[in-house]
């Protein structure tokens, strides 16, 4: 990870989608199954939709059956960042974008080993960096 990237509302309005700005920055959501990343798996990286930092590859991921795409582990620890969420009743491990603080989604204590974990992360959060090419990191 680089630098942290910190912008302005109004700069992060500018540079995302509607639906990238409400989840990435509103801590939104996608509806289950709706999201582009679902199903597939094509070798490469996932990189934050918002600043391009590398978060995921794509040979962990798998099919969770949860309507959303899943993974065992991030990239690398500091890849990802972790919050406590007591939003909706319930207590949850919100994961972050460690270098701009965008939503991805959550980490469950449910998935397949190694780790046991299951990163369960909007599509919408995500690019898809294919093999052989390097994430483009936002910088400003």
């Known amino acids: 990870m680089t630098?942290?990237?910190?912008?302005?509302?109004?700069e992060w309005r500018r540079r995302l989608t509607p639906e990238e700005y409400?989840?990435?920055?509103?801590?939104?959501?996608?509806?289950?199954?709706?999201?582009?990343f679902l199903g597939t798996l094509?070798?490469?990286?996932?990189?934050c939709?918002?600043?391009g930092n590398p978060l995921?590859?794509?040979?962990?991921?798998?099919?969770?059956g949860t309507g959303w795409p899943s993974f065992t582990e991030p990239l690398s620890d500091q890849a990802i960042a972790e919050y406590q969420d007591h939003s909706f009743g319930m207590v949850r491990t919100e994961v972050r974008c460690a270098r701009?603080?965008?939503?991805?989604?959550h980490v469950f204590p449910d998935g397949p080993p190694p780790t046991g974990l299951r990163y369960c992360i909007n599509s919408v959060s995500m690019k898809h960096v294919p093999e052989g090419e390097e994430p483009v990191l936002i910088t400003e």
């Open 22 to 36: 409400r989840v990435l920055r509103g801590h939104g959501t996608e509806p289950p199954g709706s999201g582009c």
């Open 100 to 105: 701009c603080d965008g939503h991805l989604g």
């Open 3 to 10: 630098d942290k990237l910190e912008l302005t509302d109004e």
């Open 42 to 47: 094509e070798p490469g990286i996932y990189a």
């Open 49 to 51: 939709a918002g600043c």
């Open 56 to 64: 995921f590859r794509s040979g962990e991921k798998f099919e969770s």
